[in-house]
C-alpha cells in the first residue's frame, strides 16, 4: 500500500502524468524508498489499489504537512497581520461522452447530431490563502443530485474539525451567497465574504439606494482607480437572518492597446456581501482580499491542471478519482514547501519549477536508462 502510495506521489512530484511512463522506472535512485525495493507497482496496481483506497488515511497527511509548516511558523497571512482566509470554490476535474462510473454527474448536451449525455466530475476544495502562496487543504465531491453549495458545506464541516484555528475568513464566488452556507460558517465563528450576484435582489435594491446618496472613497492602487462603498448594518436579508456588510467597488484600468498604442479604459463593478465588519478590516484593504478570491484559480487550479495534470483520469471511480487529486494536493504542497523553503533566493531566482519538476523526473529516467542498458538485445 506505502509503495503504491509512495509510486503515485512521486510520478505527482516528477508531474510525468502517466503512471506507464513511473511504474517503468526504479532500482537503486534516491526515490527508491518512496517506491519500493523492488520493481515499482504496475498501472494496473496502482489504479486497482486507488479505487479501494479508504480516502481519510490521505488527509491526515496533508493535515500534517500543514502543522509541520505551521510549526516552523513559515504560514503568514496575506492581507492582515493576524487574519487567515480558506478559499473555497467548485472545479470540474473531468467530462466525457463515452466514458462513465455509478457517481458520475449527467448533463444535456447540445451536439451537431442531436442532445448527447456528458458526464463529468466536479468537486469543492477549499485551499488556504498565505503570502506569495497558496496550501491546498482539502476537497470534496459532488454526488449526482447534489447542489454544489451542499458539498461545501460538508466540506466546511471537515475543515472546521481538522482545521479548527487555520483560519478566520472564508472567501467564495457569488454561487456561495446563500444563507445556508453563511449560517454554517458564522456557527463557527468564522466570517465569510462571498460576490453578490442577482439572485440576492432585495439586498441589492436596498444596497444601491443607499450608496446612491453616500460619496464614495478613492483609491488608487497602480495604474486602477477604485471608487468605494462601504455599508454595515444592513437586514435586508431575511433568510440569513444577520445584518450584513455590503462593499462596492467600481473599478477604472488604464491599459494601453498593442495594437494601436492608443490608451484605454476598462471599467469593471464588484459587490461583495460579507459578515467583517469595517473594524476588523478597513474598505480599502478588504478590496484587495475580496479581489483575493482568484488566487485559487491563477494560484491553484490553472497550475494544477496544466503542470500537475491533476484532471487525468487514471481510474475512472469517485475513490481513484478523489484519492489521485489529494495525492496531487499533497504533492503540490512539498513541491512549493520546497522551493520556498529549501531552495535559497538565488537558486529559486535561476530555475522554474516546471525545470524543478524535470529534474525529479530526469532521476527517475535516468535510472530506467540504465535498467535499459543492461537488457539482452
Ligand atoms: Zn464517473
Redesign the pocket.
Known sequence: MSAVVGTALVMELAQMGSLNAVSQTGGNCFWKNWITNGAPPSADTIGRVFSLMEVNSLRPVLKHTYMRLKRNKVLHPAFHDNLFAVIIDGHESSASYL???P??LQRQMKTASGSVIQ?Y?RQVTAVLLCKDTVLLLDLEMQRPGEDEVAVAIRLLERLFCDYPRAFDVVIADGLYARAPFFKKVVEHGKHVIAVLKDDRRDLIKDVMGILSQEQPVVVKDGTTTRQCWDVEELTSWPQFSEKVRVVRSVETKKRKRQKTGKEEELVSDWLWVTTLPKTLLGTEAFVVIAHKRWDIENKAFNELVTYWHADHVYA???TA?KAFWLTTMLAYNLFHAFINLNLKPVIRALYTKSFIASAVAAELCKLKKRRSAKKPP
Open positions: 466514458r462513465c462510473c457517481d458520475c458526464y466530475h475512472h471511480t469517485r478519482i
